[in-house]
């Protein structure tokens, strides 16, 4: 059961980081946003699509509320974001390459990130709870 649900989390985390991909060329490559600003718009939409596919196919939670789900999805990918934005911060400011090119290092900030997330996810966030 762990390894189907790690691999659906793969593949949503695939989409997740298209969308977030295309959300940064966007702010930076095409508005001038630069490379870290840029992800604020493109962490909060990520999160919020990752979320939704998380819950109805990764985690079959659709019998779980988003009132409930939401909140603990966005605090602990906030946690996740912190692992993500360290190395995504470091790798475009000191590596000249990752500056020009800031996906590449979104997608090393993505694989920093992801380990956590899931098991956040897994344990804590779509926990069936026993009802109350």
Excluded: C
């Amino acid at each position: 059961m762990i390894v189907k649900q790690f691999s659906r989390f793969l593949v949503v985390g695939t989409l997740g980081f298209l969308i977030e991909a295309a959300i940064l060329f966007l702010f930076n490559g095409i508005l001038g946003l630069g490379p870290l600003l840029a992800r604020i718009p493109s962490f909060s939409v990520a999160v919020l699509a990752t979320w939704w596919m998380n819950r109805r196919y990764t985690f079959a939670a659709k019998d779980m509320s988003a009132k409930q789900t939401l909140p603990a999805y966005i605090s602990s990918n906030m946690v996740g974001l912190g692992f993500n934005l360290s190395v995504y911060s470091v790798a475009v400011l000191q590596i000249p390459l990752l500056h020009a090119y800031p996906i590449l290092a979104l997608a090393a900030g993505s694989v920093a990130g992801l380990f956590f997330n899931f098991t956040a996810s897994k344990f804590f966030v779509f926990r069936k709870r026993p009802d109350a």
